[in-house]
């Protein structure tokens, strides 16, 4: 027995001082998960240590395309002056949609970024295809994981309780009926599980940003996200202009009317646009409840990925903790760090004021991933047949969102001022 004993204090005693593998170690970074999440968070150091650089546009020109191509080359791809053309092509696109967006006569559509991003990306490759010259830096999923983790830098703990306890409990009783709901009625329209996830989430959550966020978390196919931002924004148009004619028709006061519209519309512009046809104590309720239901989409999709670890495991293989990590999306860990970076170590007003810099940072990033996704799309593919349980599904859904969001609504804000 001694001698057992003796044996085990050795092997344990060798293998605790037995030297790291360093190749070993490092090779285990060396995938899209975690370069995505590396950039991310040196943009996040580079936004607190240097903000004024971080505004200027060839700076974050220079920044995204020199640690794109680096993480690229770590990952084995061959980087040489295809490369450069390539990302300065797409960056220019991208660019440009920005640019489109905040013309003045386009900001009262509610038509953001992303829009003219995707558009422009899929009127270029169901036009003249895609070159294999732009083929290099049209990486959707790679730009999309780094600009989550700067997403991570907006959600600021101390803003959740300005949002209020009735937002919140608006948000999350939106939130899980919608989802289930959706989820539900997917499987009815016989919709497959991938899909049925990122519209469950795209519906119930806050549109594009969470459609971004699940299939991060899913690692799920950039084509089917390429869909669901498609039909968001699609729907979210008439919806910013018939919600509020209906808000009147119905006689709603300003703090349900809000409340209904940040609860129902999927992109932010397009709630802030529909808040202010009704007036400034609308648009407040309804940037209130957006922002509450923004607040959720961290822990929505760390609960998604840790869902579909298990459920996306062959059956074969009994679920682990190692497996659990190796499926677990590393950009989830970056959102998080970043957030609680901003919430618990920036004085606030400071860290206001960064996260507007970095905002900046993501959405460049997340119109480089939406030029690219246009890019990699044929958009005469995804209006299909095949595609028709996906419609029915968002359609559905959405649908029962508006009714279930107004009803809550109704019985938290009626003749209830919060700002009053």
Same mark, same amino acid.
């Given at each position: 027995?001694?001698?057992?004993?003796?044996? !085990?204090?050795?092997?344990? @005693?060798?293998?605790?001082?037995?030297?790291?593998?360093?190749?070993?170690?490092?090779?285990?970074?060396?995938?899209?998960?975690?370069?995505?999440?590396?950039?991310?968070?040196?943009?996040?150091?580079?936004?607190?240590?240097?903000?004024?650089?971080?505004?200027?546009?060839?700076?974050?020109?220079?920044?995204?395309?020199? =640690?794109? +191509?680096?993480?690229?080359?770590?990952?084995?791809?061959?980087? !040489?002056?295809?490369?450069?053309?390539?990302?300065?092509?797409?960056?220019?696109?991208?660019?440009? +949609?920005?640019?489109?967006?905040?013309?003045?006569?386009? $900001?009262?559509?509610?038509?953001?970024? #992303?829009?003219?991003?995707?558009?422009?990306?899929?009127?270029?490759?169901?036009?003249?295809?895609?070159?294999?010259?732009?083929?290099?830096?049209?990486?959707?999923?790679?730009?999309?994981?780094?600009?989550?983790?700067?997403?991570?830098?907006?959600?600021?703990?101390?803003?959740?309780? $300005?949002?209020?306890?009735?937002?919140?409990?608006?948000?999350?009783?939106?939130?899980?009926?919608?989802?289930?709901?959706?989820?539900?009625?997917?499987?009815?329209?016989?919709?497959?599980?991938?899909?049925?996830?990122?519209? @469950?989430?795209?519906?119930?959550? *806050?549109?594009?940003? +969470?459609?971004?966020?699940? *299939?991060?978390?899913?690692?799920?196919? @950039?084509?089917?996200?390429?869909?669901?931002?498609?039909?968001?924004?699609?729907?979210?148009?008439?919806?910013?202009?018939?919600?509020?004619?209906?808000? $009147?028709?119905?006689?709603?006061?300003?703090? #349900?009317?809000?409340?209904?519209?940040?609860?129902?519309?999927?992109?932010?512009? +397009?709630?802030?646009?529909?808040?202010?046809? =009704?007036?400034?104590?609308?648009? $407040?309720?309804?940037?209130?409840?957006?922002?509450?239901?923004?607040?959720? =989409?961290?822990?929505? &999709?760390?609960?998604?990925?840790?869902?579909?670890?298990?459920?996306?495991?062959?059956?074969?293989?009994?679920?682990?903790?190692?497996?659990?990590?190796?499926?677990?999306?590393?950009?989830?860990?970056?959102?998080?760090?970043?957030?609680?970076?901003?919430?618990?170590?920036?004085?606030?007003?400071?860290? !206001?004021?960064?996260?507007?810099?970095?905002?900046?940072?993501?959405?460049?990033?997340?119109?480089?991933?939406?030029?690219?996704?246009?890019?990699?799309?044929?958009?005469?593919?995804?209006?299909?047949?095949?595609? !028709?349980?996906?419609?029915?599904?968002?359609?559905? &859904?959405?649908?029962?969102?508006?009714?279930?969001?107004?009803?809550?609504?109704?019985?938290?804000?009626?003749?209830? @001022?919060?700002?009053?």
């Amino acid at each position: 027995m001694f001698y057992y004993y003796f044996k !085990k204090i050795i092997f344990v @005693s060798y293998t605790l001082t037995k030297p790291i593998n360093m190749n070993k170690f490092l090779t285990q970074f060396r995938n899209e998960d975690w370069i995505a999440t590396i950039i991310g968070a040196l943009l996040v150091a580079a936004v607190i240590a240097f903000p004024t650089f971080m505004t200027n546009i060839y700076v974050i020109f220079a920044a995204i395309g020199v =640690l794109a +191509a680096l993480g690229l080359m770590l990952l084995g791809n061959n980087i !040489k002056t295809m490369f450069a053309l390539s990302y300065t092509v797409v960056f220019l696109i991208a660019l440009f +949609a920005q640019y489109l967006s905040g013309l003045s006569f386009i $900001k009262t559509t509610g038509f953001e970024a #992303v829009f003219f991003s995707v558009l422009i990306g899929l009127l270029i490759r169901n036009t003249v295809g895609l070159p294999k010259w732009l083929e290099p830096a049209v990486r959707s999923e790679y730009y999309i994981k780094a600009g989550l983790v700067l997403l991570g830098t907006s959600i600021i703990f101390s803003e959740i309780m $300005k949002a209020g306890a009735l937002g919140m409990v608006q948000a999350v009783v939106v939130v899980i009926s919608v989802w289930y709901f959706s989820f539900w009625i997917a499987k009815k329209f016989g919709v497959d599980k991938e899909m049925a996830v990122m519209l @469950s989430s795209a519906v119930s959550i *806050c549109g594009v940003s +969470a459609a971004i966020a699940t *299939c991060g978390a899913i690692k799920g196919d @950039s084509k089917k996200l390429s869909f669901v931002v498609s039909i968001v924004l699609v729907i979210a148009i008439p919806m910013m202009y018939l919600m509020p004619y209906l808000a $009147k028709l119905i006689g709603l006061t300003p703090e #349900v009317a809000g409340a209904w519209l940040g609860g129902t519309i999927d992109t932010t512009g +397009a709630v802030v646009a529909s808040g202010k046809f =009704l007036g400034d104590v609308a648009e $407040k309720y309804s940037v209130i409840i957006k922002s509450s239901q923004n607040v959720l =989409l961290g822990l929505a &999709a760390f609960a998604i990925s840790i869902y579909w670890s298990f459920k996306g495991t062959n059956k074969d293989i009994k679920p682990s903790a190692s497996v659990l990590w190796e499926r677990f999306p590393k950009f989830v860990i970056g959102f998080l760090l970043a957030s609680l970076v901003f919430s618990l170590f920036l004085e606030p007003n400071n860290a !206001k004021e960064l996260g507007k810099v970095a905002k900046g940072l993501r959405e460049t990033l997340f119109s480089l991933a939406f030029v690219s996704i246009g890019l990699e799309t044929d958009f005469r593919k995804l209006f299909t047949k095949e595609n !028709k349980g996906n419609i029915y599904t968002f359609l559905t &859904a959405q649908t029962f969102n508006i009714a279930v969001t107004l009803l809550v609504a109704y019985l938290l804000f009626g003749n209830y @001022s919060y700002f009053n």
